[in-house]
Each structure stands twice: as C-alpha cells, then as structure tokens.
C-alpha cells in the first residue's frame, strides 16, 4: 500500500504543533497501525529527522496505553484500540489523518502523546476497595450473585484508554469514571466505600477539568471495550443517592 500520512508533530507541550505530510509505501494490509507508524519512525530515524511519539505498551488491546485520532475518529474506523487496528481497513493510496486525543484535561507532551495522568488521580481517589490483605479469601467467603458478577466484569473491561473523552464534544469522562465507580459499587467488597468513591471520584473529575456530559453518546460509540451508556446514569443514581445520605456533599 502507498499512503500519505498527516500526523500532528509537536515538539512539546508549549510549542506550536501542526500537521506534517509524510509519503510511505510498501506497507502491508496486514501490518497493524502502530506497525505501519514503526515502519516510518524507521524510515525517518535512516534520514536522520525526527520519529514520531507516540504511545502504546501490550499492543494486544488490554492495556490502553495506545489511542490516537485516525481520520477524525478515536482509535480509527473500527471499533477497537489503535493497537488492534490493521492496514487492510484503508484503501491504497488514502490519505490519513493522525492527531493526538483533544481534551483539555489532556495537554500533549509530544506528538501523538498526551499526558493522561489525570485518570490515575481520578482511580487513586476511589478505585479501591477496603479488604483485607494476606492470602487469598476462599473463593464461596463473600457469594457475589451472577448477575452482579455480570455487572462488574463488563465495566472493569474498562482500559482507560480515553477514548471516550476523545470522542466526546465536551471533552468529559463520564464513561470512564462511571465505568470504575460501577465496577465496585455493585460488589459486596465495595460496599464500605460505596458513598465516598462515587462522591471523591466525580469530585475528582470535575477538579481535573473535564467537561460536562450532555447525552450525545459518542463516548459509548468510540470505547473499544463496548462500556455501555447506561453506566452513566448508574453513577447519576449513585451520586444523588450519596449526597442525599451525606448533606448535599458533592451536590452539583
Ligand atoms: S498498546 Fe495496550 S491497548 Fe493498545
């Protein structure tokens, strides 16, 4: 395949970025979109110019390292992680946009970096539960019923790849958040926390200045992990409730 590449290079955070036009050939159908981006680092570092910057770690859609905008849309055309997005969905000859995640609560560190640490302040203040340590609980100690199992295992599916603030015209992380407070609060482990994780967290995410959701849906559309929309007014419900029980603390 011959492709022409636009990727955003940017050289730091308070530099100015624009798009750069880059020719490639000879990539392969079969190659992923992180291998194709190898294959031009390669070919820019023998020229003696600068490789593009961008992230990734596992390369196997679990770890949600990677995520940029291909052609205007988080991940690319497919409903997956940039990892797992291959060639053979782009035509010879395409033409392919490539821009970091937008969001204010993403500043770019270089290129197609962002810097995504505000989901970890967001996770270290309420993504926890208080259990004990030491060895392993027998597995029947605290029976979770299946459909409450269900429920957890869907949202801690979650990667935290961003996506969804990518995607979202407000830049919010409703999808996200809700996603990690839905995890646990269903749980009987979560419990002890159940009130304090959803107001710390949403607390959180309003203080790392991502927007306000308003129902457009493109978060859900974007995650590659199928997060479902509901999960928002799940942690709607759990919010109201635990401000209810605790004064009108968090009240938005
Ligand atoms: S590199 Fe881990 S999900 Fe893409």
Request: with cysteine; hydrophobic share 35%; charged share 25%.
């Amino acid at each position: 395949m011959r492709l022409t590449l636009r990727i955003w290079r940017q050289r730091g955070p308070e530099e100015p970025g624009a798009l750069s036009v880059y020719e490639i050939e000879d990539i392969s159908p079969e190659m992923s979109f992180l291998e194709m981006l190898d294959t031009l680092n390669e070919r820019l570092i023998l020229r003696g110019e600068e490789p593009v910057a961008f992230d990734h770690d596992c390369r196997e859609g679990i770890c949600g390292a990677c995520g940029m905008v291909i052609n205007g849309q988080a991940h690319g055309p497919e409903r997956t992680t940039t990892c797992q997005l291959h060639m053979r969905h782009f035509r010879d000859g395409d033409t392919i946009d490539v821009e970091p995640w937008r969001a204010a609560a993403f500043p770019v560190v270089k290129d197609l970096v962002v810097d995504r640490s505000a989901f970890d302040r967001i996770i270290g203040s309420g993504g926890f539960v208080s259990a004990p340590t030491g060895s392993a609980p027998e597995a029947h100690a605290t029976p979770v019923p299946k459909p409450v199992a269900d429920t957890a295992f869907e949202h801690a599916e979650c990667i935290g790849c961003g996506a969804c603030v990518a995607a979202c015209p407000n830049g919010s992380a409703m999808l996200f958040t809700s996603a990690k407070v839905t995890h646990l609060n269903v749980l009987p482990q979560g419990q002890p926390e159940r009130e304090s994780r959803v107001l710390d967290m949403v607390g959180t995410m309003d203080a790392e200045g991502f927007g306000g959701c308003t129902n457009t849906g493109e978060c859900a559309v974007a995650c590659p992990k199928g997060i479902p929309l509901q999960s928002i007014s799940t942690m709607n419900r759990e919010f109201l409730r635990a401000s209810l029980k605790n004064g009108g603390r968090g009240a938005r």
